[in-house]
């Protein structure tokens, strides 16, 4: 996975970055499905976009499996997830983490379905089930209990002895969420399968059975990456995309299939995703690309919230990798944003990861599956969280007008995904007003500043050419800029900031705008228009702003007055907008934080608690009073001891399908360096639930942690740090804590990222390595009521 970088020629003055808006080809039209089929009363399908309580939206969902997380931990990721924006809460059930012998079914504990659904029910969030019965979610046998998969049935058909197994699977799930489904409930979507490609009639049967277990939900999906054949009439299509993957060879360069992510496109088709598994049961490759569906919008269900690692290939993508690929789906017309993962987890013991050893060509951790996602395993928020909760703060206010509008690309596009001087950008539109989106960032082979944009965007008999002067695009950026806005009879011509929310009443609102780094945020405003605040005048009513702090400008025309707020980049990373029984909320903290049962704020911070909350009736943040009992010592490090030497390592622990295994826990028990872990002085910390992590810097191939002589927590080395929830890991007061590192050696053929190989560069041998171990004591705090 090493990969080299590139450099862009030098470049001269751009011209004008022209498009012009291109209406919807079709008559809008009402499929079945949700309107006249199981209809509800909340959410319908248009074949533009979604209707949500009566107004166009754009859904974001977040995949969450509650069976890979403790179940006193559902409600706290979950409120985390809706201040981050996600609306709807989608989940794998596999079928193998509740029947794993035949005819004993669990429900107990975190597999407690009903008991997941009835949790989101009470935080207000949708919920997608995916039911599978084939799921995948690097799951062994792909979900199926192993006496399902040993049995003598054509699987994935409908072979009437297969389709027996699966009816009583899906009545015992029928009766467990009784009464949860229907007209008025939060289930509003059903995904029959996973990555199924040539089975349509078996997914209309599944949907059958499914609605005659007594399942509902107005809209049933199916994924359709692949050229998937899939019943378009029963179901929904669902696409992903992301920028890397596990899947691919361990010294692969970086894949067209993942390049293609960080370009708009109308092409919502991927053959990368799944084509190891498809290659490797069947022998096939994907079929021809789908084209997009004329009775539905486009709608994912697995944009990159991270990636899984596998032993052979550890991809850890970063924050923008995330949210540049989420930022290209809206700019390119997504009328549903879903995540993969958005919260990671913890594999179930008991070996019921995927791996070599069941049949499939790569080898998971036996139990993580943090997924480098946003909120992570342990609880703790990646910086990927804060840059889509601004895009989700974006959809969430301005969906109603986004969702109807079409994507345009502009007059010239990039001429392929090795085109890294062309300006990737986009625009939606209707016809009169809309955003211009612009994603300037790709992992890998990074890009250079942009060095001068104009932009010129024909609207009808109306042409914006903005800003006046062209000025550059610094690598990095990701932007939704508003044109032609009009909010409370008062009318943005454009601005270079992006819109990140609305606060207040419907009939005065406040605009709320994050400006770019290393962009100075401009206003045009069209003629008449007076602007009050801390901004320059630049000629044609046009307003360069002081956003070295959060700048209030108050607007008037003659059909009204708007406040307008401009947040400083480095504070749009901390900003947070929240429902709450107040209504729409906007708060500034560096932690994170969430909307309590009582409609008051809470969160956990490192140290004293900081969070501020905009007035709009004073135009300032205030700080806001927390109750907090803050520990002596938020950060400690732990002594490690060595207690065992590595012993020789092999170059190879085996192979499949040219893909390295994973070394067995014998070998890993053998072989690897052992330490002891001093809980001495931190003691006091691991007694009772607060929220302890224990983070691992470290460097080798794998690394497992044992409490009290068991084996609870695995990871495979992509120099990321190894984050740990300390007392869900079993550590209590006096509690032996062991720490095993495999080291890697220099031959081994796994592939990591460039840094993680710079440093296995930097030595002659194998690499084993403690950095340093550290206990982070957060302090859980509250909202004080007035």
């Known amino acids: 996975m090493r990969l080299e970088h590139s450099t862009l020629e030098s470049q001269g003055i751009h011209g004008l970055l022209m498009v012009t808006h291109r209406p ?48 006193a931990r559902w409600e706290e990721r979950l409120r985390l997830m809706k201040a981050g924006g996600i609306t709807v809460v989608a989940c794998y059930v596999f079928w193998i983490h509740h029947e794993q012998i035949e005819g004993e079914v669990r429900f107990d504990g975190n597999l407690d379905v009903a008991a997941f659904v009835r949790a989101c029910v009470s935080l207000g969030v949708d919920v ?203 700019g390119s017309g997504s009328g549903w944003q879903g995540y993969y993962m958005f919260t990671g987890g913890m594999n179930p013991s008991g070996g019921l990861q995927e791996s070599q050893a069941t049949g499939y060509p790569n080898d998971l951790p036996v139990f993580d599956y943090d997924f480098h996602a946003p909120i992570g395993a342990s609880g703790r928020l990646a910086p990927s969280f804060g840059l889509l909760r601004r895009q989700h703060a974006f959809l969430s206010a301005f969906g109603d007008r986004l969702a109807p509008m079409p994507s345009t690309l502009p007059d010239q596009v990039p001429a392929g995904v090795e085109d890294s001087a062309t300006l990737r950008w986009a625009l939606r539109s209707d016809g009169q007003s809309g955003f211009v989106f612009i994603t300037w960032h790709q992992p890998h082979l990074p890009l250079q500043d942009y060095p001068s944009a104009q932009f010129s965007l024909s609207l009808g008999e109306d042409t914006v050419t903005f800003p006046g002067k062209p000025l550059a695009i610094p690598a990095g950026t990701i932007a939704a ?111 994170p934080l969430w909307v309590g049962a009582d409609g008051l704020l809470a969160g956990r911070s490192q140290g004293s608690p900081s969070a501020r909350r905009f007035s709009t009736a004073t135009c300032q943040f205030h700080d806001v009073q927390v109750t907090a009992l803050v520990p002596e010592r938020a950060r400690l490090t732990l002594p490690a001891e060595l207690v065992r030497a590595a012993g020789p390592v092999p170059a190879s622990f085996g192979s499949l399908a040219g893909r390295a295994a994973a070394p067995t826990g014998g070998a890993i028990e053998e072989l690897a360096e052992v330490y002891r872990l001093d809980l001495t002085t931190a003691a006091a910390s691991f007694d009772g639930e607060g929220h302890s992590e224990l983070e691992i810097m470290w460097a080798g191939d794998v690394a497992r942690l044992l409490v009290d002589g068991r084996v609870v927590a695995d990871r495979f080395w992509d120099g990321s740090p190894w984050v740990l929830q300390a007392h869900d890991a079993g550590i209590r007061p006096g509690s032996e804590v062991l720490l095993q590192i495999l080291p890697l050696p220099k031959e081994a053929n796994v592939g990591v990222p460039l840094e993680a190989q710079r440093r296995r560069d930097a030595v002659d041998g194998d690499l084993a390595a403690l950095d340093r171990v550290e206990l982070l004591v957060w302090t859980g705090w509250t909202e004080q009521s007035s």
């Open 24 to 71: 919807h080809e079709l008559a809008l039209q009402l499929p079945p499905m949700s309107n006249t089929e199981d209809p509800h009363s909340r959410w319908r399908l248009t074949s533009r976009y979604i209707e949500c309580a009566g107004r166009p939206a754009v859904p974001v969902s977040g995949e969450i499996h509650f069976s890979r997380l403790p179940r």
């Open 128 to 330: 997608v089930l995916r039911l599978g019965p084939w799921c995948h979610g690097e799951v062994r046998n792909g979900g199926f209990p192993d006496w399902v998969q040993a049995a003598a049935v054509e699987h994935r058909t409908n072979d009437p002895a297969y389709l027996a197994m699966v009816e009583r699977w899906f009545n015992r799930l029928g009766g467990e969420l009784g009464g949860l489904t229907g007209a008025d409930s939060n289930v509003v979507g059903i995904q029959l399968e996973n990555e199924l490609y040539d089975q349509p009639g078996h997914i209309a049967e599944l949907k059958r059975l499914t609605r005659a277990a007594g399942l509902s939900a107005p809209i049933w999906t199916a994924t359709a990456w692949g050229g998937a054949d899939i019943p378009e009439a029963d179901v929904l299509p669902v696409f992903g995309g992301y920028g890397d993957g596990f899947w691919v060879d361990a010294d692969a360069p970086w894949d067209p299939t993942f390049r293609q992510h960080y370009f708009f496109s109308h092409e919502w088709d991927d053959p990368g995703i799944g084509a190891d598994l498809r290659g490797h049961f069947s022998g096939s490759d994907a079929a021809p690309p789908r084209s997009p569906s004329s009775l539905y919008p486009p709608a994912t269900c697995e944009l990159t919230g991270g990636m899984a690692t596998a032993y052979q290939r550890r991809p850890w993508p970063k924050g923008k990798d995330v949210a540049a690929v989420a930022n290209n789906k809206i």
């Open 481 to 591: 800029w508003p044109v032609n806005l009009e909010i409370a009879g008062v009318r943005l011509r454009w601005a270079t900031a992006s819109a990140l929310t609305l606060l207040g009443p419907e009939s005065s609102p406040a605009l709320v705008l994050a400006a770019e780094a290393g962009i100075e945020p401009q206003v045009c405003l069209p003629e008449g228009t007076e602007l009050e605040g801390p901004v320059s005048a630049l000629g044609g009513n046009t307003y360069a702003i002081d956003a070295t702090q959060p700048a209030a400008l108050t607007v008037k025309s003659t059909e009204g007055s708007l406040a307008i707020l401009v947040l400083p980049a480095e504070l749009a990373e901390q900003a947070w907008v929240l429902d709450t029984p107040r209504g729409r909320e906007l708060v500034l903290s560096a932690d």
